[in-house]
């Protein structure tokens, strides 16, 4: 049974500082990645999706990595803004299927 | 090009009512999936569906809930006698293939009175 694990639970920074979310999953026999970020009551908004082929995918400002071997993703965010501030999300899809696991998320607050 | 349109956004029922929840894919879209999202829980997969057939179900409580996707129209959650435990919100996602990157709605979140 997949199981998705994402720490910190909630990350406070200061506006310009990088940081780094972790996402580990336990069945490593997946076939992408994805990271999602989420607003207070609002959905979800996709941001990268990995292949399971590809080791990183950038787009702007952020960078998500893919280690299958070890389980694990990181999604580094460069120069952070308080427009970051959200809860971001990783879910990988389980058993060779499409429905996906997601963690329960880190909530990210970037402070001016 | 719409995205995943949900509707509505948010809905009051008292107990014991029916909650019916509206999902319309993306344009061209014809794979449906619904997660649900429980206060201080992560997103939880309930069902996955194309045009007129359920795929998989197997996250979808075995009472109250089913759902469709009809040839014509938007796919539909729907919850019979809905308890307190079924406030939560509500994710629609729609995908171009059954493999590829699912596009989320805004959701929809009951609340059971």
């Known amino acids: 049974k997949q199981e998705v694990t994402q720490i910190p639970a909630a990350l406070s920074v200061p506006e310009g500082e990088n940081l780094v979310l972790n996402c580990s999953f336990t069945?490593?026999?997946?076939?992408?990645l994805q990271w999602f970020r989420q607003d207070p009551g609002k959905g979800l908004t996709s941001l990268l999706l990995?292949?399971?082929?590809?080791r990183e995918q950038t787009s702007g400002r952020l960078n998500a990595s893919l280690d299958k071997s070890s389980g694990r993703s990181t999604l580094y965010i460069a120069a952070s803004q308080p427009g970051d501030s959200a809860t971001y999300l990783c879910?990988?899809?389980?058993?060779?299927?499409?429905?996906?696991?997601f963690g329960k998320g880190t909530k990210l607050t970037v402070n001016p | 090009n719409a995205g995943v349109m949900q509707n509505p956004r948010h809905l009051v029922r008292r107990r014991g009512q029916e909650a019916r929840l509206r999902c319309s894919p993306m344009?061209?879209?014809?794979?449906v999936y619904w997660y649900r999202q429980l206060p201080e829980e992560g997103l939880k997969f309930m069902v996955y569906?194309?045009?007129?057939?359920?795929?998989?179900e197997s996250g979808m409580p075995k009472e109250r809930f089913s759902a469709e996707f009809p040839k014509e129209g938007p796919s539909i959650l729907r919850i019979q006698q809905v308890v307190r435990g079924d406030s939560a919100a509500y994710f629609c996602?729609?995908?171009?293939?059954?493999?590829?990157?699912?596009?989320f709605g805004a959701g929809t979140r009951l609340s059971v009175l």
């Open positions: 996602a729609s995908s171009l293939n059954q493999y590829d990157i699912q596009y």
């Open positions: 069945d490593s026999a997946i076939y992408n």
């Open positions: 990995i292949q399971s082929s590809q």
């Open positions: 879910a990988v899809p389980t058993g060779g299927s499409e429905k996906l696991v």
């Open positions: 344009k061209g879209h014809s794979h």
């Open positions: 569906l194309q045009k007129e057939n359920i795929i998989d």
